[in-house]
């Protein structure tokens, strides 16, 4: 024992002297005088690696370096504060700064000026760091050059890189430049992996490209990986998206065959689009499928059902549904709550829709702004003023906030009920309450002050909103002050904001045209109507006869038969057919419309203008004639029947039956006889 000790001890003694010796080495490396501990010599490597960006230290350096580059826009003022501060360079610094930053051009600033710094390069990791940032910034000529500096660089350009570029592009919508990055990896021998097909499968879909997206997808399934459950997922999305149910549908079907298991996901998204087809039932047939196939729904699934069958007027099957859905440990959330209230205020039950808001509030779900509102909405369809306003007020102790849906809505009902004033009152608490009014806001204002008769309030409104704004408003308040002011009698000032805002805003819609010919022609102004048809050709619109022969019916009406001719002309160099188009029309004009006192020999210049008629001016003219006579204008109709038969314009019995029987459906005997006169002459 004694001896075994002995051997030990001298052991032990060599070690000592070996860590003493190995002491005074690390002294003297370390420039300490005399003998340390081992322990001090590596707290001392740690503060150095410390300062040169350990990892212990790094979210410090970080903060700070974000911090000098927010104070500073990128310059030499911040390369120098940089400078001082920062003694080493690392990949981890660059890397880990890029996630923080949002300005591209301090980003790049600093990620240059890195790499300029001693000792430090950067790498594949640093440079899919900016290229993320410029990409999502959308500055594809800093990508691209990025690219470049990496080749140069002699940097490893492998398939991430691509798959960056490729989504920044693809985000961008600029698919033609994804499938351009795609193709340039075969230069680089990057070779294509499942993520850089669904990058781009992805980009097609959302683009609406489905020729391109089932190419890509087909040399996918050939040539290239497999595809995941993402790839089907993100072609079934596309094609709900478009409508493509059975196309959707099929694609679940040949997910299954290729081994994949469809997610809640894949079965989501195909039921929403069901559901928004009108296909409810199928729905849920498919939520059937989902169960056998051993896939849980989740509450989304349920929500997506459900406010599938309260479109469809189903809010019985609706609420069965909801409550099966603990069966599946399925809580209803803001959502599933929100969409029964809607579905039962829009089937007129607001008994249940107030009830499942009492017992949304008892189960502690709290309901949202959308959730008051649909509510509220409900309340104010049914004149039921009080109680959406008790809402309201609910709404403000409980301190939530008001969005613009919830203010249009309480101005639209105000403004129906034929309270514009209280209307006008809400308005300018939404715009104290800093929530901005837009078009739909306006126009439900707009709309009320006009029906209730308050025109120069609505026209008043509507300047303020130039005034403030600096532009013309929308044409949608445009379209209503418009209408309005039709309405009120004030054709000239309608017409002058017509034309404002085709100065300031471009071309308006076919309904805004429609409206004020319709309007101008009523107000005994065939001119302006006229002018107004001119605009609507030249900007491209379709200009139907309806159009003409009321503006022809008003110059005749006037006794302008030299602007009827030019009417006429207008409709024979379109090439209109326009026989039996009286027909069609006249059948919805009014009969008790005062006999114009007009002499025939007024008629003249329209006399001339069939003394030359070719055989299809000739049915054209008999359109006339039937329209005259429909429209009750029996002394301009007489004029022109006499000088037809006077010019023997009857070609055909047809054509003077025809005629005879415009004048028998009128009922008047007289001038039947006159078109059997002419008849008889054939």
Not at 27 to 38: C, V
Not at 101 to 115: K, N
Not at 500 to 522: A, E, H, M, Q, W
Not at 539 to 556: H, I, M, P
């Amino acid at each position: 024992m004694a001896r075994s000790l002995s051997k030990g001890g001298a052991h032990l003694t060599m070690w000592v002297a070996t860590l003493c010796v190995s002491s005074r080495s690390f002294g003297q490396l370390s420039n300490s005088r005399g003998p340390k501990r081992p322990g001090r010599i590596f707290d001392q490597k740690k503060r150095q690696n410390d300062k040169i960006g350990h990892p212990s230290n790094l979210q410090h350096e970080v903060q700070t370096i974000c911090q000098i580059m927010q104070e500073k826009s990128w310059g030499e003022d911040a390369e120098l504060k940089l400078k001082q501060f920062l003694k080493k360079v690392t990949s981890h610094h660059v890397t880990e700064v890029l996630k923080c930053m949002d300005s591209v051009e301090t980003s790049v600033g600093f990620f240059l000026w890195a790499g300029k710094q001693s000792g430090y390069k950067h790498n594949s990791v640093t440079y899919h760091g900016i290229l993320n940032l410029v990409g999502r910034k959308k500055d594809f000529k800093c990508l691209e050059n990025l690219l470049i500096s990496m080749k140069l660089e002699k940097c490893k350009i492998n398939t991430v890189t691509f798959n960056i570029i490729i989504s920044s592009y693809g985000k961008a919508g600029l698919t033609n430049k994804a499938w351009a990055s795609f193709l340039k990896m075969k230069a680089y021998r990057c070779i294509p992996d499942t993520l850089t097909y669904n990058t781009l499968l992805d980009a097609y879909v959302k683009n609406n490209e489905w020729s391109k997206a089932k190419e890509i997808y087909a040399e996918m399934v050939k040539n290239g990986p497999h595809p995941d459950s993402y790839t089907f997922n993100t072609l079934i999305d596309g094609l709900t998206n478009v409508k493509r149910m059975k196309d959707a549908c099929l694609l679940l079907s040949q997910m299954v065959q290729s081994g994949f298991v469809p997610t809640s996901v894949s079965y989501n998204t195909l039921m929403k689009g069901l559901c928004q087809d009108g296909k409810v039932d199928e729905a849920s047939s498919l939520m059937n499928n989902m169960l056998s196939n051993g896939c849980m729904p989740t509450t989304v699934t349920f929500n997506t059902i459900i406010d599938g069958m309260c479109k469809m007027g189903k809010v019985e099957d609706a609420a069965r549904i909801m409550s099966a859905m603990h069966e599946y440990k399925c809580s209803p959330d803001v959502q599933t709550y929100t969409v029964m209230i809607n579905g039962y205020t829009e089937a007129g039950k607001m008994e249940e829709a107030w009830s499942l808001f009492l017992e949304m509030k008892n189960k502690g779900c709290t309901p949202d702004v959308i959730t008051y509102g649909v509510l509220m909405d409900g309340y104010c369809k049914t004149n039921r003023l009080d109680a959406g306003f008790e809402l309201l007020y609910e709404m403000l102790d409980k301190k939530i906030p008001l969005n613009t849906i919830v203010y249009t809505m309480f101005m639209d009902c105000l403004c129906k009920t034929n309270k514009s004033d209280l209307a006008h009152l809400i308005l300018d608490d939404m715009i104290c309450n800093n929530c901005i009014p837009d078009a739909v806001t306006y126009r439900a204002l707009i709309n009320g002050l006009s029906r209730t008769g308050h025109i120069e309030r609505a026209y008043g409104l509507m300047m303020n909103l130039v005034k403030e704004s600096s532009t013309y408003p929308s044409l949608v308040n445009c379209k209503a002050l418009i209408d309005g002011l039709c309405k009120s009698g004030y054709i000239d000032e309608a017409m002058s904001w017509f034309g404002n805002f085709c100065d300031s805003r471009g071309t308006p819609d076919l309904v805004t045209y429609k409206l004020l010919i319709g309007n101008t022609c009523r107000a005994g102004k065939p001119d302006d109507a006229y002018k107004l048809l001119g605009k609507m050709r030249q900007k491209g619109f379709y200009t139907s006869r309806k159009y003409y022969l009321n503006v022809l019916l008003g110059f005749c009406s006037q006794g302008c038969f030299d602007s009827a001719c030019e009417v006429f002309k207008d409709l024979m160099s379109m090439r209109y057919a326009v026989y039996n188009s009286a027909a069609e029309y006249c059948g919805g004009l009014s009969r008790n419309e005062n006999v114009t006192g007009t002499s025939c020999n007024k008629i003249n210049p329209l006399h001339s203008a069939l003394e030359s008629a070719s055989d299809e001016e000739f049915l054209a003219f008999v359109d006339v004639f039937q329209f005259l006579c429909q429209s009750n204008k029996s002394v301009l109709a007489k004029g022109l029947l006499e000088h037809m038969m006077h010019c023997q314009c009857f070609s055909t019995i047809f054509d003077g039956i025809k005629v005879l029987h415009a004048w028998l459906s009128n009922g008047d005997l007289e001038k039947s006889i006159l078109a059997l006169t002419g008849l008889k002459r054939l």
